[in-house]
């Protein structure tokens, strides 16, 4: 009665394939949010850079 199957093996390895596939997106979502924000911090330093070098240059 209590015999191994096939089917209930591969739908527990499915189950679990979604978990950590939810949980991988997750990560990654978050570590390309973290890694954009520090590119556009970056932008915005050169750019005022730049507004600066050009104001000191009008003045």
Known sequence: MSSFNLVDALFQ???LAC???IIVLI???FRSKKYRKKQ???IEKKIDD???????DAD
């Open 27 to 29: 990560v990654s979502f």
């Open 40 to 42: 556009l911090d970056r």
């Open 13 to 15: 390895l499915l189950s």
């Open 19 to 21: 978990i950590v596939l």
């Open 50 to 56: 730049i507004n600066q070098r050009i104001n000191k």
